[in-house]
């Protein structure tokens, strides 16, 4: 970054600073991912000069000649890979995405179904702190206390009871494949739109390791930066019949103009999604993930719903005797990366809860493959009796062997001297 060393090396020697930490520590927040070097240079690019609002040939600024290609190549790239009829590539992110999906098909009041966030679903699927269900009446549904699994059966009372006009699918803390077509069946019988949110996913699904909504939910929204590997922003996909008023929603209705740098960089990481070698690196997450799974059950962690079909792994620390948050900062500390998490039927507080997150993308990228996890489980395993015994020491030396295993496992964008 010459320019920017030059320009403002105190902010440039704190990215630098960040770059490392990234190089050195064992990735396994579940949400994130490292980016490609041609992602970060197309996100990094004159396209953040341009305002864009509208859509290709219909817009309210002059000089789209090259933004309005780029956008469509995005659209194309994103319908090819998914499958779908129609994509929006202009949500900022995530949570602005959703929220077009409420202006699009909701008034204010109107029902919304979605997974409970202590189970495992998502702020914006209306939970209570969240615009999406101050400004909507949501409905919930949880998981089974016995299996740690949706039960569609309960969806299903639910949702007859209720009859909500929207019903999400999806979640943050999800460690099991979603039945799209058990959920599209409910929606069908109280002619509610199914919303898949695919965020944390997606890189599975285009890769071919978790099924596909497309065919069976109505609404597909997905975040571009976890498993499918792109810059932060959102996508929305729909069947033609949803099209005009998902893209209605997003601009004019709840955004200004599109962030072109980022739709570039999504164009970029979607064609990355379409090759061959992605297929491989979404197969290897979900197998790391497997394997992980099965040395910390050896550990005596307990697994939420026993194991994990995806990326994402959602431990109990309470019969290891620590609790998430000191866990989660022990872990850190150790070099190894995670988020405090409440677990399903959670006795304890939501800043201070039970479990641990974690999940696969990030350290597949690295290079990092199966024989590896029983490692990663040991560290976590010696990093959380170093915590019990307030050993910072032990910690450290952890961190040592993380950082001496990870120089061998290049990091995209970044070279270590
Ligand atoms: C991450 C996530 C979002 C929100 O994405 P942001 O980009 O953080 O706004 C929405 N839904 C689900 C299921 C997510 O996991």
């Known amino acids: 970054m010459p320019g920017l060393t030059a320009a403002d ?60 290609q780029i956008e469509t190549l995005a659209i194309e790239r994103a319908r090819e890979l998914f499958g779908v009829d129609h994509a929006n590539v202009q949500p900022y992110s995530g949570s602005p995405a ?35 269900g101050k400004w909507f009446t949501p409905v919930r549904y949880n998981v089974s206390k016995e299996t740690g699994r949706i ?12 009859r909500p006009k929207v019903i999400f699918c999806g979640g943050t803390a999800v460690p099991r494949i979603i039945d799209f077509a058990g959920f599209a069946e409910i929606a069908r019988e109280i002619g509610a739109v199914l919303v898949a949110d695919i965020a944390h996913i997606a890189g599975l699904v285009a890769g071919g390791a978790h099924p ?92 939420s719903s026993g194991g994990t079909d995806n990326h994402l792994i959602l431990a109990d620390l309470t019969g290891k005797g620590i609790g998430g ?6 872990l850190d500390r150790a070099g190894i990366e995670l988020n405090y998490n409440t677990v399903p039927y959670d006795t304890r507080k939501p800043f201070d809860p039970s479990g641990i997150r974690l999940g696969t993308a990030a350290l597949t990228t690295r290079g990092l493959t199966e024989e590896r996890m029983p490692q990663v489980a040991a560290w976590m395993d010696a990093a959380i009796d170093a915590a019990i015994k307030d050993d910072e020491a032990g910690l450290d030396r952890i961190a040592g062997e993380v950082a001496d295993l990870l120089a061998d496992y290049p990091m995209p964008g970044f070279a270590r001297d």
């Open 9 to 68: 090396p105190q902010l440039a020697a704190l990215i630098e600073g960040e770059a490392r930490r990234q190089h050195d520590k064992l990735r396994m927040i579940a949400s994130e991912n490292y980016v490609s070097q041609a992602v970060l240079e197309a996100s990094g690019t004159v396209l953040t000069n341009k305002y864009s609002e509208g859509y290709a040939g219909r817009r309210y600024y002059e000089g789209q000649q090259f933004v309005d």
């Open 325 to 330: 948050k000191p866990a989660a900062q022990a």
């Open 212 to 303: 596909s909504p497309v065919g069976h939910a109505d609404v597909i929204t997905t975040t571009t930066h976890k498993t499918l590997r792109g810059p932060r922003g959102a996508m929305i996909m729909t069947t033609a019949e949803h099209a005009a008023a998902v893209d209605k929603a997003v601009f004019p209705g709840l955004q200004g103009g599109p962030h072109n740098h980022t739709t570039a960089g999504i164009a970029v990481a979607l064609r990355e999604a379409a090759e061959p070698a992605f297929r491989e690196y979404a197969h290897q997450i979900v197998a790391n993930s497997k394997a992980l799974a099965t040395a910390l059950t050896e550990r005596g962690f307990a697994l």
């Open 151 to 162: 039960d569609l059966d309960e969806v299903r009372d639910t949702a007859l009871r209720e």
């Open 98 to 132: 959703n929220l077009a999906v409420y202006l699009a098909f909701l008034s204010p009041g109107d029902k919304v179904m979605g997974m409970s966030l202590p189970m495992g679903g998502h702020l914006t699927h209306g939970w209570s702190v969240s615009a999406t």
